[in-house]
């Protein structure tokens, strides 16, 4: 089984350069990159002008399933993905049961072979039912297939069991990605707390919420030596006390979403729920700061924090409908129209953060186009022009705030170990 | 016709022409009120609903009376015995009151944004009677009508609102409403019930009441719900009545001629001293009077009736 990538831009990470190159693909691995392969025997695809591209990763994303199945299942968001330029994704515990045991691993990876399109690397709990009390078997999780550690939805409010789960995760080599986020701070909050809650009159969430547990976990990260990736950052604190644990040398990661670059506190106002977020969106400096970031590589990675709910929990007051939004098939077209198109990242350095940087933070294979890596590539073509339309996702979720925008640099194939999983080849 | 809007969500958005037009139909409204016979076949064949959430008792039933003086049927639901408890969801509860033919919604409910959210979905004119935190129109609109009646014009007057304005819609709608009229509003609260960027709003923020007191034309002192001590963001109620109470000789800091007025249901003794809420400068009762008007007056422009100067 050949396919040969003709004529395409593709992006090499190494090199950061974007070479104009052919891309051949046998039996799921790159045979080879170079001018002029020949095209006998094999499936062409036709990607003049198109950037060819390692697989995207997204490492934060809701798959909701088991339990959840009405927000989304393993099929629909892998499907979501595919349709994104994702090739593989991350999925986040917080499922019923909690992923905190080697059967809902198990499950989670079976459920995926079944659908065959996106690739899916379950994430374990810190802690037995995300609880924050006690730690998981981190090892059995590790063993079999779990390719990190986080209790995503929910702080591990005691630093003394965070302390003990990054010795033991250190141990494994097993990354820790915290959700940081103080509940004696967020209260009841519902949105940043700035000039937009107090003319709203919804409870507002202080970055403090959210940069104190940051400035706790990286305290401990470094007395314990253990991996840490900080999820979905929202704040220019957030950003600064990153830029310093690097200053310092620490083995400290972070990420934030394309809605956190994109948009901010100003969208809350209508009251849609498809702006409640958690982290919230923040305030104007808060956005600029995270584009500095961005710049200046102290945000490695961009990843959805994709978070279906269904439309009925979310046609409710602001208050009463639940956090999140879905983002798997509009973060491509965010990352070029907002960091490309605005000159925030080079095409090189997006592709960086959406794939290159990802599998690098997991350990898993792909995030660069070479001779023997796995055949995962995303082909995006920078100049097709999009309007976001709910009722065209895979996705179950239609809760995006971004309805209606025009997005310009799009996936038009996604490619899973040599196969088209998603657009015309 | 009527008003400019179309729903009375708040005072946010609300042009000064529509506060000026409301404030002007209040007056005969006011009118019918002291008559012997309180009734004008005005709305003869509408159907007012009131939707509340949360309990209420003075809101709810100057809503009901300012319906009945102008004719109008009046039904109410309360969240309680009704398919709100049954779990319906707020927009269906919307849908079904309008379907029933109601001409204006009045709402009250705890989140901040339930107007708004009732507003997109249904055909009739919904009246915000209080979302959460975030505004309580009608009661703004008495409080300028009240100000109004006593001091003649907006002109130069300066309105100090004291206590909890984290929390207080009612401290919202009077911002936005007298800002746009062009009053100086000073507000004081503890550090811990003032919400953040307040001054970006238009207003002067003091920690200090006697400061914020110090030369005002009115003092609008709002209701301190107790539980806020348990939330630590108060030590006791006993340390804000020391600090905060508006007392004889804080009164005395404000203009001789100052309004004193308060939206109620009063704490006396906390927030307020019964000595100066019985007092002189005190128009708490009329404030009551004048809420049935301005909410006759809504009721009649929002349901697509002209300025009058009488009502027979």
């Not at chain 1, 999820?231 to 040398?249: D, N, Q, Y």
Request: glycine share 8%.
């Amino acid at each position: 089984m050949k396919l040969l990538i003709k004529g395409g831009e593709v992006v090499a990470v190494d090199r950061l350069t974007v070479e104009k190159a052919d891309v051949l693909v046998v039996d799921g691995l790159i045979a080879a990159i170079g001018k002029n392969l020949p095209v006998e025997g094999a499936e062409v695809i036709a990607a003049n002008g198109q950037l060819v591209c390692p697989g995207l990763i997204d490492i934060h994303v809701h798959l909701r399933e088991p339990c959840f199945e009405a927000k989304e299942t393993i099929a629909t968001g892998t499907a979501a993905a595919a349709r994104g330029g994702f090739t593989a994704v991350a999925c986040m515990p917080n499922t019923n049961s909690v992923n905190d045991n080697v059967s809902v691993v198990n499950f989670i990876l079976a459920q995926a072979a079944t659908a065959g399109l996106a690739r899916v690397y379950p994430i374990g709990a810190i802690t037995k039912s995300s609880k924050g009390k006690e730690i998981t078997e981190m090892a059995d999780l590790k063993a079999a297939g779990a390719v990190a550690v986080s209790d995503d939805g929910l702080p591990v409010t005691s630093a003394g069991v965070m302390r003990r789960a990054m010795q033991y995760a250190g141990m494994l080599d097993l990354p820790v990605i915290p959700h940081c986020e103080d509940h004696s701070l967020v209260a009841n909050g519902v949105m940043h707390e700035g000039y937009y809650s107090t003319v709203l009159g919804l409870e507002g969430i202080p970055a403090a919420a959210e940069e104190v547990m940051i400035a706790r976990d990286i305290i401990l990260a470094e007395t314990t030596g253990c991996k840490l990736h900080i999820a979905h950052i929202s704040t220019a604190g957030a950003v600064e006390l990153v830029r310093r644990a690097k200053e310092r040398g620490l083995d400290v990661t972070c990420e934030v979403t394309p809605h956190h670059f994109t948009l901010t506190d100003q969208a809350v106002v209508g009251y849609h729920t498809a702006t409640k977020v958690n982290p919230p969106l923040r305030s104007e400096s808060d956005v600029a700061a995270i584009k500095q970031g961005l710049a200046d590589g102290t945000i490695n990675v961009i990843a959805t924090d994709h978070a279906p709910h269904t439309l009925e929990e979310k046609a409710v007051a602001y208050q009463d409908a639940p956090f999140g939004l879905v983002g798997l098939e509009t973060a491509v077209g965010l990352v070029f129209t907002e960091l490309v198109a605005t000159g925030v990242l080079t095409v090189v350095q997006a592709i960086t953060k959406l794939s290159t940087n990802p599998a690098k933070v997991l350990g898993v294979p792909g995030g660069r186009l070479a001779v023997g890596e796995i055949a995962d590539i995303t082909i995006i073509d920078p100049l097709l022009e999009t309007k976001v339309d709910p009722k065209k996702f895979a996705s179950k979720g239609k809760n995006t705030p971004f309805s209606g925008r025009m997005l310009q640099g799009l996936p038009t194939i996604t490619i899973v170990g040599g196969k088209v999983v998603y657009g015309e080849s | 016709m009527g008003l400019q809007c179309r729903h009375l969500l708040g005072l946010e958005h609300i042009s000064v022409a529509d506060i000026l037009k409301i404030l002007a139909t209040a007056r005969p409204m006011k009118d019918i009120i002291k008559r012997q016979i309180k009734k004008v076949p005005t709305l003869r064949g509408r159907v007012v609903t009131t939707v509340f959430y949360e309990n209420s008792t003075r809101t709810k039933m100057s809503f009901d009376l300012a319906a009945k003086y102008l004719s109008a049927d009046v039904v109410g639901l309360s969240a309680i015995g009704s398919s709100i408890q049954k779990g319906e969801s707020l927009a269906d509860t919307a849908r079904t009151v309008a379907a029933m033919g109601a001409d204006v919604l009045v709402l009250r409910h705890p989140a901040s944004g339930a107007a708004a959210l009732l507003a997109d979905l249904v055909p009739c004119a919904v009246i915000n009677a209080g979302d959460g935190r975030h505004e309580h129109p009608t009661q703004a609109l008495l409080d300028l009508f009240t100000i109004k009646d006593h001091k003649g014009s907006f002109e130069g007057l300066k309105v100090a609102i004291i206590g909890d304005i984290l929390h207080s819609r009612v401290a919202r709608s009077n911002i936005w409403g007298l800002t746009k009229l062009g009053v100086e509003v000073r507000v004081a609260a503890p550090a811990t019930l003032l919400p953040p960027e307040l001054s970006r709003l238009g207003v002067k923020v003091y920690t200090k009441v006697e400061e914020a007191l110090a030369g005002v034309d009115v003092i609008n002192v709002l209701r301190l719900q107790l539980e806020r001590q348990k939330q630590s963001l108060l030590p006791t109620l006993r340390e804000y009545a020391v600090l905060y109470g508006v007392n004889k000789e804080r009164l005395a800091l404000a203009k001789e001629d100052a309004l004193l007025m308060h939206p109620g249901p009063m704490n006396r003794g906390i927030e307020i001293t019964a000595e100066v809420a019985d007092g002189d400068q005190a128009v708490i009762t009329e404030q009551v009077t004048n809420g049935v008007a301005i909410r006759m007056a809504l009721l009649y422009l929002l349901t697509g009736g002209e300025i009058v100067e009488t009502i027979n």
